[in-house]
């Protein structure tokens, strides 16, 4: 079976130009061919600031948008995270969709696009790796910044330069690599959840 990469729009903020950037990565990493893309948008899954009452790793949800979230993220094999930068960090969104689930990331494999000014997103991305390997998530060096994006953009579509594709085409040769060398683990990791579930 293909695996299956879920790229993943990290800012939901009215204006954003996140879906755009994501939709030009989601078609390309399809052309690409090594994974089944699916793209997917924070905001559609509208995560009010965390307000599950028991701790994530109990998967003990209480509420419709946490199950719906923890399916979606459970069924990925990698992620994109398609982010810009706040501050010199992520968006309070993304941090917030992360902290809400805990094994469903476990033993998957993550890149990241990043947008910007000068810096490309990348003190975003610095951030969110360090995050991100206390979920078992393997963070790949290799990515696709995109310093002073609005040069590149057109009623809201990336035109990509060159330097964009070839950097995506070498993360995602890359991820799906890891992807592969994580499968075992992740399928392991998923069948003890389900027996732990049964049992519950």
Avoid: C
């Avoid at 990469?5 to 939901?12: N, Y």
């Amino acid at each position: 079976m293909t695996l299956k990469l879920h790229t993943i729009v990290a800012s939901t903020r009215p204006g954003r130009i996140g879906p755009g950037i994501a939709q030009w990565f989601n078609d390309f990493a399809a052309e690409h061919g090594k994974f089944d893309p699916v793209l997917v948008d924070l905001a559609e899954f509208n995560l009010p600031v965390f307000d599950e009452p028991e701790h994530p790793r109990l998967r003990h949800y209480h509420h419709a948008h946490t199950k719906a979230w923890s399916e979606s993220v459970a069924s990925a094999d990698a992620f994109v995270f398609v982010t810009p930068e706040y501050n010199f960090g992520p968006p309070p969104s993304l941090l917030n969709a992360l902290n809400y689930l805990a094994l469903e990331w476990n033993y998957t494999p993550a890149g990241f696009v990043s947008y910007g000014g000068i810096s490309g997103g990348m003190r975003a991305v610095q951030m969110t790796k360090q995050i991100l390997s206390t979920f078992k998530v393997m963070p790949i060096p290799e990515g696709v910044p995109m310093p002073m994006v609005f040069q590149n953009l057109e009623n809201g579509k990336l035109k990509p330069a060159d330097i964009y594709n070839t950097s995506a085409a070498t993360m995602l040769d890359e991820l799906h690599r890891w992807a592969e060398g994580l499968k075992a683990l992740r399928r392991q990791h998923k069948a003890s959840l389900e027996t732990k579930a049964q049992a519950a």
